[in-house]
Structures are given as C-alpha cells and as structure tokens.
C-alpha cells in the first residue's frame, strides 16, 4: 500500500532504500533523537537488516519526497488491554528537515491508522531538546499529554520525555457503552 500527498509518498521498503538509510541514518542528529536500537555508526547491512525486518509490516513506511528516499514513519500497535492503540515513530534525514516533509507524513500514517487499522489512539513520546519533533506533531493535531520526568536515559544523561497522543474523531464522543 502507498499512501500520498502532494510531493511526499509512503511506501513499502524496497532493497534500493538500504544504501540511502544507512546514509541518513548515519547521522549522531538522528540517533540523539531515536532509541538506542539504532546503532552508531550505521551499515549498509544495518540498513539491509532493517528493511528484511519490516519489508512486509503494513504500518511500517519509507518517506519519498519527489521519488527520492528520506527516512521512515510507522505504527507499532500495542496489545491486550492496548490494542486500539498504536505508537508512532519516525524519522527524518537532515537534509530534509524544516520542509515540512514530516508533517505530511505523519497527517498520512495517522489518518491510515484511522481508517485502514481501526485504531482509536496513537501516541508517542518526545525527548525533551527535540522541539522540532514537538512542533510537527502539534501541528499534526496531538495533543501535549503530559511530561514523564527524567524518563529517559541517553547518552549518559537523564532527560524528559514529552508525550502526545490523538484520538480517533470517530470515537472521540465514545461514551463507554459497550456495542
């Protein structure tokens, strides 16, 4: 499945994106923002492994912004109690950054997660000097939630993590009724 708006397209990985990736992904910008499971520095075969892993996940994305690959968005849904409700994550080569690049794609991936998953929240967490972050998902329509205080330990030091989310506007009047 692709999904599009105007110059930025989600797609499926293909084995062309690996050298790309590891190019941007290579990157201590990006890793500061990321979870530690992104390596530093980053392969070629790490990329290869990425793609092999999530080739075939429905809510997993490249970003193409004028047919050329530039990062990745997806949605990790969650389960049990949770499972009307997914984390989004993605990111962004910078080259690309403050082109409003992001905030196409994540308005994309929220109203697939929506309408294709059946999803009625999605939320992430923010690292507190990441205010780029914050503003694209503002502007996407999430809501600031809350602050985890020093929730997150990286690169030796701990910092807080700012948590949005959005719900579903199909079952944001949701009474508690069950059907």
């Known amino acids: 499945m692709e999904l599009q708006s105007g ?15 590891a190019e941007l992904a290579n990157n201590e910008k990006i890793g500061r923002n990321l979870r530690d499971g ?9 990329a290869r492994n990425f793609i092999e892993r999530f080739r075939k996940v429905e809510s997993f994305f490249a970003i193409e ?23 989004i994550g993605y990111f962004l080569g ?5 082109k409003g690049i992001m905030t196409i794609a994540v308005n994309l991936i929220t109203e697939f ?25 503002e502007k996407c329509g999430y809501i ?6 020093k929730n997150i330990f ?3 030091s701990l910092w807080d993590e700012i948590r949005y989310g959005i719900i579903n506007p199909e079952v944001e009047q949701y009474d508690g009724e069950m059907p």
């Open 7 to 21: 110059n930025i397209t989600l797609r499926p990985f293909r084995d062309s994106d690996a050298p790309r990736l």
């Open 113 to 137: 997660g929506f309408r294709e998953l059946g999803l009625a929240r999605l939320h992430t967490g923010v690292y507190e000097y990441n205010p780029a972050s914050q503003r694209v998902l």
């Open 144 to 149: 600031r939630e809350g602050v985890f205080r």
């Open 94 to 98: 910078e080259p690309y950054w403050n």
């Open 38 to 46: 992104l390596p530093f520095p980053y392969t070629v075969d790490d």
């Open 65 to 87: 912004y004028k047919g050329e690959y530039v990062g990745n968005i997806s949605l990790s849904p969650l389960d049990n109690v949770y499972r009307k409700t997914a984390e």
């Open 154 to 156: 990286k690169n030796g």
